[in-house]
């Protein structure tokens, strides 16, 4: 015993314990097997309880020095005699380096970084910090053109951007046509066809990307500039005189013979990247997307090699897309035609000049395979959009949920409708959360949703069909619209899906829906409302008499802000529990109406709308405003319709733009 602490080699023995309970004084017959406890010694039977264990044990007493019987413990804790003498003062620890005396030489962690869910000392709002470079992500596009890389960058970029990721897209062709003198760097850079609903030339989505600016009631006017800054190969200035000719950019522009163009193509994918490299490093960015074909396994060394030699701890993941479909790669060199290369030329001629360039870029291409997986390099390959995915050594948080993200892709149309309840009792009461009933009001908004939503139901098949009898090519004016590779499917079967959230509510206004044996309803959790802790039930009104302080946090910062008590939540923790919703909307090929709340609206809104993070939290979405989203291969076609309770209908908002929220009770 002498090694146990403060021992003494001549101490004696603890004592041991009769079967009746007493201590087993010298002289005293041991226990000769414990299988005697079971009915007579202090530990009791099964059936026993702990406290008349305990209450036997108490019956002892222990004094420090020799006990009268001549019982002694050799533990010092049964001797010593308990200090009066105030405690020590608290030593709070040091930063140290527990490895060595020698500085960290080895990257931090690259674990998952969720905002608002995730806190360290780096990152105090979850985001990824700037010092844990390994964590940071460099996508490297690859595939032939009109794959469709275009269309799942942006879809990656604003995935990563709602959840908080700073992440941008650089695309090698807007830089080469400035670079080759064929598009202006200040201008728009004349970017995908979108739907005919444009507000002052541009299209909604790209208008609600930079909404809610100021206190207005209607958004800014918008200015486009999504080119990269301007290129200049001749070091001259920025007069227009100096810039370069024209370059022809015709297929024989991408053909691999071609060396000039061929150095022009390589100088301008590394001036971009360098570009990507910059925000990544220098401006805060998490994620940076090089949006090009890089068809070539040269070309692909090039560019890692480039990235490895300024900054080796970089991720790096190739994203690549193959179209075996042959009605999707038609419905993808459609689009092409409406794209700045050949806008506003013939559309014959033009289709024949980019198969040509195809063709050209085919006699080259190299997909990724053996060489990748040499030299361990991550990458997608991603198939007919999603049928099918291959990856290859996916590392960190970022790659593999851009991977599981691809797998919900899909180009079949359909519309999401997204609407708040009807009115609640506790809306008439200005209320915070809580699970109350409707009012008469919000009832009779439900049958009205119910009413639209079967005739815009059927309206939308019969514009479908129409579109099918109408489809030809060259395109008729004003159509920019390419045919679905899917349209050949019955479409009077597809089903039209209702969710709602289990509150009551939410619930309510679906009733209508829910009796029609046509429409399949659910209710999930993750669509309830924000959770407002202590301060459910209460009114803004309340929270900012009791307390001001929580009030005044909550409005310098409503995005980060995390109502306090049991349950409380915050945008960023609404967002987080979207996630798994977000890619099920994506992934679905039916009819979809979310009979939300506003918190859930505004994250539904940011996802769909491209919103930036300042403006999630300000979205203006009142009762009774109905939101529809048409999912195009072009981004989305959008409308707005507001309630009309006399006539028991919506009314289309022709000009609606997203703004900020002018009644909070509203």
């Not at 930079?210 to 500039?225: E, F, S």
């Not at 407002?532 to 307390?547: L, N, P, R, S, V």
């Amino acid at each position: 015993m002498s090694h146990l602490i403060g021992s003494s080699a001549t101490a004696p023995s603890s004592p041991a314990i009769h079967p009746n309970g007493s201590p087993n004084l010298k002289g005293a017959r041991p226990i000769p097997n414990a299988r005697h406890f079971d009915n007579h010694g202090l530990l009791p039977p099964a059936a026993a309880s702990w406290s008349s264990a305990l209450r036997d044990l108490s019956e002892f007493e222990i004094a420090p020095g020799p006990h009268p019987t001549g019982l002694q413990y050799d533990s010092p804790y049964s001797r010593s005699i308990p200090s009066t003498a105030p405690g020590s003062p608290r030593i709070p620890p040091l930063r140290q380096n527990s490895g060595s005396h020698t500085p960290r030489t080895r990257p931090h962690a690259t674990t998952l970084n969720i905002p608002g869910m995730t806190r360290s000392k780096a990152s105090p709002d979850g985001r990824i910090p700037d010092r844990d470079v390994a964590a940071k992500l460099v996508i490297i596009m690859v595939g032939l053109p009109a794959r469709g890389k275009s269309y799942i960058t942006k879809k990656i970029q604003r995935y990563l951007s709602w959840q908080q990721h700073n992440t941008k897209i650089f695309n090698v062709g807007n830089r080469r046509r400035i670079a080759a003198g064929v598009a202006n760097p200040s201008g728009s850079g004349g970017g995908s066809p979108t739907s005919a609903h444009r507000i002052n030339g541009v299209d909604v989505p790209t208008q609600a990307a930079t909404i809610l600016l100021n206190h207005a009631k209607q958004g800014p006017d918008i200015v486009v500039n999504d080119e990269p800054s301007k290129l200049d190969l001749n070091g001259g200035g920025d007069d227009g005189a100096k810039r370069r000719d024209k370059i022809d950019q015709s297929a024989k522009f991408f053909d691999p013979n071609n060396t000039e163009a061929a150095k022009l193509r390589e100088q301008v994918a590394l001036d971009t990247l360098d570009e990507l490299l910059n925000y990544l490093l220098h401006q805060g960015g998490a994620v940076g997307i090089l949006d090009a074909t890089n068809s070539t396994i040269q070309r692909r060394k090039l560019l890692v090699d480039h990235v490895k030699s300024v900054e080796p701890k970089l991720g790096i993941l190739f994203i690549e897309s193959i179209c075996h479909d042959q009605n999707l790669l038609e419905a993808n060199m459609r689009l092409k035609l409406s794209g700045p290369d050949y806008k506003d030329k013939d559309p014959v001629k033009s289709l024949a000049d980019f198969k040509e360039r195809v063709k050209a870029y085919e006699r080259a291409y190299q997909p990724l395979g053996e060489y990748e997986e040499k030299n361990g390099l991550a990458y997608i390959q991603m198939i007919d959009v999603g049928r099918k995915l291959v990856h290859h050594r996916l590392k960190g948080f970022l790659s593999g949920g851009i991977a599981s993200y691809l797998t919900t892709f899909n180009l079949s149309p359909r519309q999401i409708w997204i609407t708040r309840h009807g009115q609640s009792m506790d809306n008439q009461l200005q209320k915070l959360g809580g699970d109350s009933e409707l009012t008469e009001r919000g009832h009779c908004y439900g049958q009205a949703l119910y009413n639209f939503m079967t005739y815009k139901r059927k309206e939308w098949l019969i514009e479908q069909k129409n579109k099918i009898a109408r489809s030809s090519f060259p395109p008729q004016p004003g159509d920019n619209t390419p045919p679905y590779p899917e349209l050949n499917q019955e479409l009077e079967d597809k089903n039209f899906c209702v969710w709602t959230s289990m509150l009551k509510r939410s619930v309510q206004t679906a009733e209508y829906f829910d009796a029609d044996e046509d429409y399949d309803v659910k209710a999930w959790e993750m669509l309830n409302e924000l959770n407002a802790g202590t301060f459910e039930g209460m009114t803004y009104d309340e929270i900012a008499q009791k307390y001001p302080e929580e009030y005044q946090k909550r409005s310098a910062d409503k995005l980060q802000y995390i109502y306090p008590g049991v349950g409380g939540e915050g945008y960023l923790q609404v967002i987080s529990r979207l996630r798994d919703m977000v890619r099920e909307i994506e992934r679905i090929t039916d009819h979809l109406l979310i009979i939300g709340h506003r918190s859930i609206c505004r994250v539904l809104m940011a996802y769909f709308m491209d919103l930036t993070r300042d403006d999630i939290a300000d979205l203006d979405v009142p009762l009774g405003i109905l939101y529809a989203i048409e999912p195009k291969p072009y981004g989305i076609e959008f409308h707005a319709y507001k309630y009309n309770e006399e006539m028991g209908w919506f009314d289309e908002l022709p000009n609606y733009k997203p703004r900020k929220t002018v009644d909070r009770n509203g």
